[in-house]
């Protein structure tokens, strides 16, 4: 026998110990493969049978009886539940689960009737529910994956509900409500309560009610969310500037630029006065996408007292809004900078406004870089 | 003397103990706080639609910046490659930095460049610039192509960054096979955090034996040869199992050097790319932390653990010594640059706890592995080895090494699952196995020689002839467990012992593609990117005198006429030999033999199939030739 120290006895124990952890990893991954090619065996066969059906439902014809023959909700639902229980009992979670993500996969790619067809059978299999159950759960994730399945299949969730996951403590679920409430209600109104005056015209102000701050990740994806609505008379976002959340300002004055909303350019003006660095930046780009001539006198003035960054954006909006004044101060700047990069945006915004004041500053400032600097202006019509 | 040993040996005994818990515990909590960073990101970007942001205005525009050198064979591939990028607003600038072979002409050529008069503002220094191309093509529009004096990677990068209009760059390698949607995804922490973002990188893949068509990994394959191998089980250690963690701690120190995207006020205002560093993807991050930290300016550099590029690793010891040396001396210069940040307070977790973790767990363990070989051998010739508190040290080292191991590849399980094919987990666990066994020691002696190196100032590739760029890579690192016999003096040679022997770890360095200093290097990284999908094959023949090349004339693609050579030297001169005839060449490894080909001619050619390939059957007789029919 050997003779073993209680240090070595201890040793062997921490072997032991980390062998079978080793060992519980190793038939742990083997399992889960295992598992997880049987549920992909049998979710793609799911898959197929799912997608068969759905195909013979919304596309074809002969078989579309659900919205010509079957008139009556309760029989088509019937018609429909038999349809599907014919491939598997539709109480079964998994299967469920097979469908619901089949039809959020055909509903991405489809738009008009056939789109209608598949919100009423998801309806009619009352998948909306589990969605619905998902959004009552307690799990975060959970709530997201509800709200996306029903905003998706345009299935209105009640205000109540998405008013208290405005402002829930997840990231996700807030921005999930956020895109819901914005699709479904009427949130243009500024002072809108939670009258119902009609169908689809549930007012309420979503920005006002706003705690967080939304991301610039938000910001873009509520821009495009906003721009997919189809507005009889486009709201009037300059009602937002006022804002205390400083988010739900950046966000309106994109919206302005993205709607053109010229009208706003006045309250706009009175934005440059803002400290925050985010608001200023994003009114001094807006003046210049608008073209806000009303703008230049403050800009020109706002130039000698803000940071070299938000400089370059006074030039290059100045270049875009263009008046006579605007190209003296050019002059001038591009006369009084040492810094490069800001003379060649000055020379770029010069030549937008009057390509012959580039002669101008040729003649006055004849030197190498200048002339490099105007070359380098014309580069494109060169290659061109 | 007999108390001096005593001495030595307690002193040595207490130092491996306090090293190696440290290790373990290092190694535990970073392991733990991935898990958790993993965990966080995998269910909040579960619900992202990217597409969301591809074509919004207010989407940021990036700069890409690929310095290029010597890349003539498969420039242009990759440049379209990065044109077709999901992107709404981006340039590609191609900093070719004064290349010997025909890259520029070929760029020219296929791009319709012209050069333009391009005033460039120089806020970082750089070689001189010879010309600024852009192409006359519209369809070309977003590319630039800087032609300068050769100066190095970092010096390339530099000139990108004086021309970049926008302001974010990303910093890439031209050989790299960048995914498609990478940008979107490296951009959204700059869009999402709250706090200001200075960079952001993500994971490399290595991309040996993947099936590549047209510039895009077409279809992930587990390196078959033993070697990139092991360095695939590496990389998944290092990005999914380490540098999470070190994101969520906001203490990432790298960012690697074949895509990542930069803050280029930062990088400006922090001096830009460090050209005598030989790892300037490691000091730049350094770098710009330290100008943040010394403003008190609030920041983060975040990782994310998508797949964002793949790239090839080396396949030959040579090479990976070469590789693991070179990362070695630039981790160490860099640390010795910024030594003010050790247990700094002022610089928060980069001088409490980063800095401290690259000091003493990646710099200092090949040092203290390598003593332990050596005390090793003191302790046999005195006779004071403890032979089986030893031998179970072994085991348990051993054991958790593959533990470890075994750990990173359930992340990736459970992420991003890349390697799906049954057999994969099999082959990985073999690695695991074999990884502690001669390779990590091989590793841990190319990083120590790495030291002598630096100190005798040796410069991986000497004078400035060097050419093209490395593969990628990943620095190595050691892991030692501790002993419960810490005081027993005989347990040092346990402690050395299991020094000596175990060695893996969670790697965090993947300095990627700096320039090679051996010309083969270049050719057998840029070779091997071109793969033959066999599965693309359908009929391979032998051409002689009388060959019917009829059959070829209903095909739309031909493609390959080869032969085989041993000798990446010879090939390439054949290539050369081959082009100067008029003849399109390209270079390609043979995954199977090892040996190379010469594929002559090109898709969709001109030229009558026949009337080429008898051309080239009667000029080539010396040769056997194959012609392969493809299909696309």
């Not at chain 1, 889960?32 to 195909?55: A, G, P």
């Not at chain 1, 209105?156 to 829930?168: F, V, Y």
């Not at chain 1, 988010?247 to 803002?274: A, D, G, R």
């Not at chain 2, 440049?79 to 600038?93: A, K, P, T």
């Amino acid at each position: 026998m050997i003779d073993l120290s209680e240090e070595a006895f201890l040793l062997i124990v921490v072997i032991c110990i980390i062998l079978s952890i080793v060992l519980i990893e190793i038939v742990f991954v083997i399992l889960y493969r295992i598992v997880s090619t049987i549920v992909d065996v049998k979710n793609k066969n799911y898959y197929s049978k799912v997608e068969e059906l759905l195909n013979e439902l919304v596309f074809d014809d002969e078989q579309n009886y659900i919205s010509k023959a079957v008139k009556n909700y309760v029989e088509k639902q019937n018609v429909i539940l038999k349809k599907f229980n014919n491939i598997d009992n539709t109480s079964n979670p998994n299967f469920r689960k097979a469908i619901q993500k089949v039809i959020l996969k055909f509903h991405k790619n489809v738009s008009g009737s056939v789109s209608e067809e598949l919100r009423k059978i998801y309806i009619a299999l009352r998948l909306s529910k589990d969605s619905v159950l998902k959004i009552n759960s307690n799990k975060w994730m959970l709530k997201v994956e509800g709200i996306i399945e029903l905003t998706q299949l345009n299935i209105k969730i009640p205000l109540t509900t998405l008013k208290i996951l405005i402002n829930h403590k997840n990231e996700i679920v807030r921005q999930e409500a956020i895109f819901a409430v914005v699709k479904f209600y009427n949130v243009f109104e500024k002072n809108g309560d939670n009258s119902y005056n009609g169908y689809n015209d549930i007012k309420f102000n979503l920005f006002g009610y706003l705690e967080y701050e939304l991301s610039e990740w938000q910001q873009i994806k509520l821009i495009n969310t906003i721009s997919q609505i189809k507005f009889d008379v486009i709201p009037d976002f300059s009602k937002w500037l006022n804002s205390e959340n400083k988010s739900v300002k950046v966000l309106f004055i994109k919206l302005i630029v993205q709607y053109n909303q010229y009208e706003s350019i006045p309250i706009l003006i009175t934005l440059l006065e803002e400290k925050d660095e985010k608001i200023l930046k994003q009114t001094i780009l807006a003046l210049g996408e608008l073209e806000g001539v009303f703008a230049v006198n403050k800009l020109i003035e706002l130039y000698s007292v803000l940071n070299p960054e938000n400089r370059i954006d006074i030039i290059k909006s100045l270049g875009k809004i263009g008046t006579d004044n605007v190209v003296t101060f050019l002059i001038e700047k591009f006369s009084e900078t040492i810094d490069d990069t800001v003379k060649l945006i000055i020379l770029e915004s010069i030549k937008t406004i009057d390509e012959k004041q580039i002669d101008t500053i040729r003649i006055k400032h004849n030197d190498e870089k200048t002339n490099l600097m105007i070359k380098h202006l014309y580069k494109n019509e060169n290659v061109a | 003397m007999d108390s001096f040993f005593n001495i030595l040996f307690d002193f040595t005994t207490y130092f491996f103990f306090v090293f190696t818990v440290t290790m373990l515990l290092s190694y535990i909590l970073i392991g733990v706080y991935s898990a958790k960073a993993m965990l966080d990101y995998s269910r909040k970007n579960n619900y992202v639609d990217y597409r969301d942001i591809l074509n919004s205005k207010f989407t940021p525009p990036i700069s890409i910046i690929a310095p290029a050198y010597n890349e003539g064979m498969t420039i242009v591939e990759n440049i379209l490659s990065l044109l077709s990028l999901y992107y709404g607003e981006y340039e590609v600038i191609i900093v070719n930095d004064g290349s010997k072979d025909d890259s520029m002409e070929k760029l020219i050529k296929y791009f319709h460049l012209k050069k333009v008069d391009f005033y460039i503002n120089y806020k970082l220094p750089c070689q001189p610039i010879r010309g600024i191309y852009e192409s006359t093509n519209p369809i070309y529009n977003k590319l630039i192509i800087i032609d300068k004096e050769n100066g190095g990677k970092s010096d390339a990068l530099n000139s990108g960054i004086n021309i970049a209009k926008y302001d974010l760059f990303c910093a890439v390698d031209v050989d790299t096979i960048i995914e498609p949607d990478s940008l979107l995804k490296v951009i959204k922490p700059f869009l999402e955090e709250k706090t200001k973002v200075i960079a952001t990188g993500g994971v490399i893949r290595i991309s040996n034996s993947c099936i590549i068509d047209r510039g895009r990994i077409s279809e992930v394959i587990l390196p078959k040869e033993t070697l990139p191998r092991i360095q695939t089980l590496e990389y998944i250690r290092s990005f999914l199992l380490g540098r999470m963690g070190w994101s969520k701690l906001n203490g990432l120190l790298i960012i690697s050097g074949a895509f990542g995207l930069f803050d280029k006020k930062v990088v400006i205002d922090s001096g830009g790319y460090n050209k005598n560093t030989v790892t300037e993807d490691f000091e730049i991050v350094v770098r710009i932390r330290k100008f943040m930290e010394d403003l008190k300016m609030p920041y983060k550099v975040v990782y994310i653990p998508d797949p964002l590029c793949w790239t090839e690793a080396p396949n030959t010891f040579k090479i990976l010594y070469r590789q693991r040396n070179r990362w070695y001396r630039g981790l160490a210069e860099t640390l010795w640059m910024y030594k003010g940040f050790f247990l700094n307070k002022k610089y928060g977790i980069m001088g409490i706890l980063s800095y401290p973790y690259w000091f003493f767990l990646e710099w200092l363990a090949p040092i203290v592995e390598i003593c332990g070989y050596i005390l090793l051998m003191f302790f046999i010739i005195v006779g004071k080895i403890d032979w089986i508190f030893a031998f179970l040290l072994l085991i348990s080292v051993y054991l958790f090494s593959i533990f470890l191991s075994i750990t990173s590849l359930i992340f990736e399980e459970f992420s991003f699952n890349q390697y799906k094919n049954k057999k994969d987990f099999f082959k990985f666990l073999l690695v695991t196995l074999i990884e502690p066994l001669g390779y990590h020691q091989y590793i841990t002696w190319a990083s120590f020689r790495g030291n002598f190196d630096l100190m005798f100032k040796k410069k991986s590739w000497g004078e400035m002839t060097r050419t093209g760029f490395n593969p990628t890579d990943v620095k190595k690192k050691q892991f030692k467990l501790p002993s419960l016999e810490s005081i027993k003096p005989s347990s040092m040679v346990g402690y050395a012992l299991f020094i000596i022997i175990f060695g893996l770890t969670i790697r965090h360095v993947a300095f990627n593609n700096d320039y090679v200093e051996i010309k083969e290097d270049i050719f057998n990284t840029t070779i091997s990117k071109q793969k033959i999908d066999k599965s693309s094959i359908i009929e391979k023949q032998k051409i002689s005198e009388n060959y019917k090349v009829a059959k070829i004339e209903k095909k739309r693609y031909w493609h390959v006429i080869f032969h085989e050579i041993k000798t990446i030297k010879k090939a390439n001169e054949e290539a050369y030999r081959l082009r100067e005839k008029g003849y399109e060449t390209t270079v390609i490894k043979n995954q199977k033999t090892g040996h190379f080909l010469i594929s002559v001619g090109k898709k969709e050619t001109n030229i009558k199939a026949s009337d080429l390939l008898n051309k080239i059957a009667e000029e080539e007789q010396k040769f056997d030739l194959w012609l392969l029919l493809y299909e696309e």
